[in-house]
């Protein structure tokens, strides 16, 4: 099932919700008669004459919270709001969008104020209106909290006093009569469209979030109807509007139900799994991930360096959105705090072809170092790029990496060294015979040890691995990543040849294994395959 967002997918912010004074009179209480003349001297009345009572039964109070709940059909309107946001953001197809007006949906639940959305309809929004029928002004609001996964975002509307919606507390079953209100297409008249529930749990995942089960059902719904209620003949709310299918006549919808739970924290100023992004999930044949469309100023995500037009690639060492979804992503925050806790990012910034590493609530992103720039002048320069990368194992599947589809020559053997078995490897090539008696043939060696760790360091291992007899040398340096640090060193010139060599050595924190890896460079799209081996290459596995 292909599904897809009807809010733009903008940084949209806010959702207000507007407020309805209702104004009761007061009956006549008078009954007798009306006096036909006028006496020069006053009358007394009998002491035994009583007050008739009033026939009708008096309006309840204005402070009477109760009294502004909507239990009608044709009351929604006045618990319904139209949410305009501007803001500017980086979409994947169309790039940046400056100062774009977008709009959403939402309803107030609460006389107090409290209203929901969507969190894509009020996420990184530079300001929001909210609007409601029968007001000529907009309203202020202040996001509460928000829900990237769940898709829910909750606000709080100036003043209070308001109409508000109740939850529909009956069994959600199919056949239901329901309607959804709102304001699609960012149209000031309020909307509203019948049908019923058609699918009691169906699959939340989509492009943009990640719901355990929402409903499905057939009242229409258009871009604009984000976040609106969707409700019961007497105006009970059950669902919140979030998504539409492609072209089939199929909406979905988040139950209060099931939104309960994350509803009462987002109320309490808390974000849930969330790190403050409007984004959406990107992917083709050659990379996927989370793009990033807008930042919420302050979130985890604006703290750690996380910038408009960005794209997630990893989480905690997880290739994200390899199905088209959030799926994954929200896997991850829902094991974790992404307001509290430490999660490992790389990022590519697609403006400036860069590749940054970091870390949610730790380490903000850096440019991670590229050989591809290093060495660019010293390989032979090509136009050609290898467009699709596979992860390969060892035999044991202890230990992969990520090398290009045009090395199919691959095997994963015993590491031996000076006759002993001390390890695992990997070797990938075109020719894996060219790769170890030629300077002509690019390829990889990647090997990993738990005996070695006892018997050599990173620079002891790096001393017996050498090319000097075939290479010039052009130094060592250290080396740091996510999961391991060493030292490498650089060969160029080799063979007589344009080849370079580039050698490795690192280990974990806790040194409980050493690991060499060996990738002879031949032409620029093999720098890019170098830097592809050293984001991916890791144990994943038990060692031998």
């Keep these: 099932m292909k599904i897809s967002r009807y809010a733009s997918l903008i940084v949209l912010a806010v959702l207000v919700v507007a407020a309805l004074s209702a104004c009761a009179g007061v009956p006549d209480a008078t009954t007798g008669a009306v006096a036909t003349s006028i006496v020069a001297e006053p009358t ?7 007050p008739v009572p009033p026939t009708d039964a008096p309006s309840p109070p204005a402070d009477d919270a109760s009294a502004l709940a909507v239990t009608s059909l044709q009351d929604v309107r006045d618990a319904t709001i139209r949410i ?17 007006p977008g709009s959403g949906s939402g309803f107030i639940i609460d006389p107090s104020g409290i209203a929901v959305t969507n ?30 996964c769940s898709d829910l975002a909750v606000i709080d509307l100036e003043g209070d006093g308001y109409r508000y919606l109740e939850w529909y507390d009956g069994p ?39 719901v355990d089960s929402v409903i499905e059902h057939d009242a229409s719904l258009n871009p604009g109807n984000s976040g609106g209620p969707l409700v019961t003949e007497d105006g009970k709310v059950v669902a919140v509007n979030y998504a539409s299918g492609s072209g089939a006549g199929q909406f979905y919808a988040i139950t209060g139900q099931d939104a309960a739970n994350v509803l009462k924290r987002l109320e309490s100023d808390e974000d849930v799994n969330a790190i403050g992004i409007n984004g959406v999930a990107y992917w083709d044949q050659d ?13 985890p995500a604006d703290k750690a360096g996380i910038e408009a037009g960005d794209l997630i690639l990893k989480m905690e060492g997880l290739v994200l959105a390899t199905d088209g979804t959030f799926d994954d992503y929200c896997q991850i925050l829902r094991t974790r705090d992404p307001q509290k806790d430490t999660l490992s990012l790389e990022v590519l910034r697609v403006a400036t072809s860069e590749y940054l ?89 990647f090997g990993a040890s ?87 290459f890791q144990v994943v596995g038990e060692l031998p």
């Design 44 to 50: 007394t009345a009998s002491p035994t004459d009583t």
């Design 84 to 100: 305009e946001a501007q803001g500017s953001f980086v979409d994947p197809e169309e790039g940046e969008q400056l100062n774009v």
């Design 119 to 148: 969190n894509h309809v009020v996420t990184g929004a530079a300001f929001l209106e909210v609007w409601m029928a029968d007001h000529e002004k907009p309203l202020n609001a202040r996001i509460l909290g928000v829900s990237e």
């Design 172 to 210: 959600v079953r199919v056949g239901l009569d329901v309607y959804a209100a709102g304001y699609p297409l960012g149209d000031p008249e309020f909307t509203m469209t019948r049908g019923i529930i058609s699918k009691e749990r169906a699959d939340g995942d989509t492009d943009w979030a990640s």
């Design 287 to 299: 990379v996927s991930g989370i793009w990033v469309n807008s930042v919420e100023s302050g979130s």
């Design 357 to 445: 590493s970091g870390q949610i609530n730790g380490r903000p992103l850096e440019v991670e170092f590229s050989f591809a720039d290093e060495l660019g002048d010293e390989v032979a320069d090509t136009t050609a790029v290898y467009d699709e990368y596979v992860t390969v194992y060892d035999d044991s599947e202890a230990i992969s990496i990520d090398a290009p589809s045009a090395w199919s020559d691959v095997e994963g053997l015993v590491w031996e060294r000076e006759g002993e078995d001390v390890g695992v490897t990997i070797v990938a090539s075109s020719d894996i015979d060219g790769f170890y008696e030629t300077w002509d043939t690019p390829g990889v060696f």
């Design 450 to 536: 738990r005996t070695l760790v006892d018997s050599m360091d990173e620079t002891t291992l790096l001393d017996a691995s050498m090319f000097n007899e075939s290479c010039t040398y052009d130094g060592r340096d250290s080396y740091e990543d996510e999961l391991y640090t060493g030292f490498y060193d650089v060969f160029v010139d080799c063979g007589g040849t344009a080849t370079s060599m580039i050698n490795l050595v690192a280990t974990p924190d806790d040194r409980s294994f050493i690991m060499l890896l060996q990738v002879q460079v031949v032409s620029d799209e093999d720098l890019d395959a170098l830097d592809h081996i050293l984001r991916s």
